[in-house]
């Protein structure tokens, strides 16, 4: 009797775990979808307290051990981009097929290992929104506040997980919105009572904006290395430039010097990666030629020589110059099936959302109106790896926020490596480089652009399993 008495217990515990999940949230189908997944999966929107603001979240249960597997928050860039790029095309469990009609398994995605939580953000991208249709003036602090107020709004909606190992994770400017958000939750901790605590155990950016100045610098050195530019071109940086005939970094001030000659010698290298063909997310691969792709090539060459200092122009100083609507758009990324889809009224209703403002979902908000508040991310990394570990990744083949720039930003920290660099396996092949300074790993994927796990989904998910259990890569 005393056995059978326990077992009822434990039935009774977990049907109280699977009831706590909000069932107003839940997703019980969605068009395209051929086949029944074997996880449950919520959408929805998370209260930002005290404000009018709403931002969706998409949360899908771990396949492998839902109650006891990790929780990860996924964040993609921009700023002004949304997640559920990452998830449709990138980590999700499932994936769009061209024409933005039919979804297919994904048999890398993350959610293999854990508990995925994809959350558009800040209000104004995707399907968030605010009550009041002018509040879409954010900037880095804000929107770091606004996230640490949705991660804890989902563990209100699911206390389930709130016990499970957390970690903060993104890519492209995900370096900025990342360790910003961790050190929020690190500040909220140390003043919260223990039953409010948020069990963040690490953080990870892929190809992240740590930078802006070494990106700069770097992606120099990345295009003559890569054969990009020439040598009678280097020769002209070095002596313009540098303090060596031959740049070396640390002897060079790209884009920033006073001469005309450097800034004109940078501007050749800057036009030749972001004003023209070249796919800047992954140097191997062709841009889309879609009729979005080609309106922002054609402004490209109707807006002039880029901002050398910065590295790229904005959409929005494309539009502003060329007289197209280009916003809500990237460049040499078809998007196509993502907008086709999830403007779909039958989806919006699968996922208890719809856009909430005059205008349709897309890749990158038109509304938004964003301050960047932060040119180096990197340097806040030592106050938080004393309680939290970290992962820096990046495709090595991306020129958005190239690998170097990461590199140097990383050891420039003067941490103690307490692995040399080697290299990583992956189904008996080489998948990239990595060497670790203690609780941080510098980790490259080799032969991935901007969107690591797009483009080499298999190396992403063993990187990412090995990240959250904490071994070896």
Known sequence: ??????????VALVANVSMAAPAEDEVTSLPGLTYKPNFDQWSGYLNVTGSAKRLH???????????????????NGGPGCSSLDGFLSEHGPF????GGKELYENPYAWNKVANVIYLEAPAGVGFSYSTDSSDYTTDDDTTSHDNLLAVRSFFDKFPEWKQ????????????????????????????????????????????????????????????????????????????ACCSTQFPEKDQCNFGTQSNAQCQAATAKVMNLIYGGTINWYALYLPCSNTPNERMIRAANLIAGPWDVKIGQKSVEDLQQQSGRHLLG?????????????????????????SMHRDDQWS????????????????????????DFRSLVYNGDTDMACNFLGDQW??????????????????????????????????????????????????QALAMITAFIHNKPY
Not at 1 to 10: D, F, H, R, T
Not at 58 to 74: F, G, H, K, T, Y
Not at 369 to 379: A, F
Not at 418 to 428: P, Q
């Open 57 to 75: 979240y998409w949360a899908v249960e771990s396949q492998n051990d839902p109650a006891n597997d990790p929780v990860i928050l996924w964040l």
């Open 409 to 458: 930003a990383v050891e420039g920290l003067g941490l103690n490596q307490t692995e040399a660099y080697r290299e990583w396996m992956v189904d008996g092949q080489v998948a990239g480089f990595v060497k670790k300074f203690g609780d941080l790993a510098l980790l490259t994927v080799k032969g991935a652009g901007h969107m690591v796990p797009q483009w080499k989904p298999p």
């Open 95 to 98: 994936h769009l097929r061209p």
């Open 363 to 386: 890749i990158c908000s038109n509304v938004l109106k964003y301050t960047q508040q932060y040119d180096d991310m990197i340097s806040i990394y030592p106050g938080l790896l004393e």
């Open 329 to 353: 758009n990237v460049p040499c990324i078809d998007t196509e099936a993502l907008n086709i889809w999830l403007n779909n009224p039958d989806v919006q209703k699968a996922l208890h959302v």
């Open 1 to 10: 009797m005393k056995s059978l008495a326990a077992a009822v217990v434990v």
């Open 164 to 239: 499970n190992d957390f970690f903060v994770t993104g890519e492209s400017y995900g370096g900025v919105y990342v360790p910003t958000l961790t050190k929020r939750i690190q500040d909220f901790n140390q003043a919260a009572p223990s039953s409010e605590k948020i069990n963040l155990v690490g953080f990870a950016t892929g190809n992240g904006y740590s930078s802006s100045k070494l990106l700069s610098e770097s992606v120099i050195f990345f295009a003559y290395f890569h054969g990009l530019i020439d040598l009678n071109l280097w020769k002209e940086l070095g002596q």
